[in-house]
């Protein structure tokens, strides 16, 4: 059974940078796509990034585009979201999912993994 485990979360100022991790045990990501989500307080959970089980092709929502950037490291089993020049409403508890079934070309998912969240704060 794949687990999914993200690290990397943390605070920071506006227009920093920080880096979260997903670590996957139980099963190799290679056949799975990777997503991350974040859900802020009072909002609803927005899909912010997918990486296809190739790697080959990347999706991002809009409110990101150009800030933050997905990659995997299959052989570490590992996905990660590069996060730059974060602003205060980048502030959630982010967190990863994962699908074989899911190409990325659509941001929702359905995912059948899921973590348990890592909270990036950016100061206002």
Not at 55 to 66: E, H, L, Q
């Given at each position: 059974q794949?687990?999914l485990?993200?690290s990397?979360?943390?605070l920071?100022?506006?227009?920093g940078?920080?880096?979260?991790?997903?670590?996957?045990?139980?099963?190799s990501?290679?056949?799975?796509?990777?997503?991350?989500?974040?859900v802020?307080?009072?909002?609803e959970?927005?899909?912010i990034?997918?990486?296809r089980?190739?790697?080959?092709?990347?999706?991002?929502?809009d409110s990101?585009?150009?800030?933050?950037?997905i990659?995997?490291?299959?052989?570490?089993?590992?996905?990660?979201l590069?996060m730059?020049?974060?602003?205060?409403?980048?502030?959630?508890?982010?967190?990863c999912?994962?699908?074989?079934?899911v190409?990325?070309?659509?941001?929702?998912?359905?995912?059948d993994?899921?973590g348990t969240?890592t909270?990036?704060?950016?100061l206002?």
């Amino acid at each position: 059974q794949l687990q999914l485990v993200e690290s990397g979360g943390g605070l920071v100022q506006p227009g920093g940078s920080l880096r979260l991790s997903c670590a996957a045990s139980g099963s190799s990501l290679d056949d799975f796509s990777v997503a991350w989500f974040r859900v802020a307080p009072g909002k609803e959970r927005e899909p912010i990034s997918c990486i296809r089980f190739s790697g080959g092709f990347t999706n991002y929502a809009d409110s990101v585009k150009g800030r933050f950037t997905i990659s995997r490291d299959n052989p570490k089993n590992t996905v990660y979201l590069q996060m730059n020049r974060l602003k205060p409403e980048d502030t959630a508890l982010y967190y990863c999912l994962a699908d074989r079934h899911v190409d990325c070309t659509h941001l929702s998912g359905p995912y059948d993994h899921w973590g348990t969240g890592t909270q990036v704060t950016v100061l206002a």
